[in-house]
């Protein structure tokens, strides 16, 4: 939907993490009755609508964050409007003064305008799922499934995570459209915090030495018994 066709009422001015002022504005339609507000909408999925929704707007506008009670960094902060963005060094020394579920991390931090550019790509994303157009993941290559997108099993390895491409980092931002995209939950374990290029290598390393097959003496090892 093009911008003319919104409503776009300012909702809210914000001051983000870098210090600069953005303007959260409506999505709805122009002339739309009710509430205003600036995430997309969701009727599409139908009765799978909460579970969409909640997943798109956790990945594009909330950190994973900390769970500990102990850490000076909170659980699911907002991403562009934070109460604070805490660098490394100020997280270490808030740590050492007790002080807990201060701010976000730093490099966890983005604009709005990121935020919401990610929103719709997500969501665009799993309407392609939904609809059987295909979408794979960028890791693998291989497809995602509406089934993969709907598994809450935390152990299917399939199952459908938010993947920062190029991980996130302190001094510039990587929450940004294009860079953080759906893919399965093992291949997102697998590249860990590396980029694609250390992830590369990593691999490499791995295939060439398990080829090897310097493994297979523990076998000698392996207790007869089986029941
Ligand atoms: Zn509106
Ligand atoms: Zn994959």
């Known amino acids: 939907m093009s911008n003319n066709r919104l409503c776009q009422k300012v909702m809210k001015t914000i001051t983000n993490s870098f210090g600069d002022t953005e303007k959260i504005c409506c999505a709805k339609e122009k002339g739309h009755r009710g509430?205003?507000?600036?995430?997309?909408?969701?009727e599409e999925f139908g009765?799978?609508?909460?579970?969409v929704k909640s997943k798109v707007l956790t990945m594009a506008y909330a950190t994973a964050g900390a769970t500990a009670?102990?850490?000076p960094i909170t659980n699911r902060g907002s991403r562009f409007a934070p109460p604070r963005a805490l660098?490394?060094?100020?997280?270490?020394?808030?740590?050492?003064q007790g002080e807990y579920r201060v701010g976000i991390r730093k490099d966890e931090a983005s604009t709005f305008e990121q935020c919401k550019k990610i929103e719709v790509d997500l969501c665009q994303d799993v309407l392609n799922i939904y609809r059987g157009k295909g979408y794979n993941c960028p890791l693998c290559g291989l497809p995602v499934l509406w089934e993969h997108f709907l598994s809450k099993d935390r152990k299917d390895g399939k199952s459908v995570h938010g993947c920062h491409l190029d991980p996130l980092e302190e001094g510039s931002i990587k929450h940004y459209v294009g860079n953080i995209k759906w893919g399965h939950r093992d291949c997102n374990s697998i590249q860990g915090d590396r980029g694609l290029d250390q992830l590369q290598?990593?691999?490499k390393i791995m295939y060439d030495h398990l080829q090897k097959g310097t493994n297979e003496g523990r076998k000698v090892n392996q207790p007869t018994i089986s029941w």
């Open 35 to 42: 509430l205003h507000r600036y995430t997309e909408s969701y």
């Open 47 to 51: 009765e799978y609508a909460k579970h």
């Open 69 to 71: 009670a102990n850490s």
């Open 87 to 96: 660098t490394k060094t100020e997280e270490l020394d808030l740590k050492a």
């Open 201 to 203: 290598e990593h691999l």
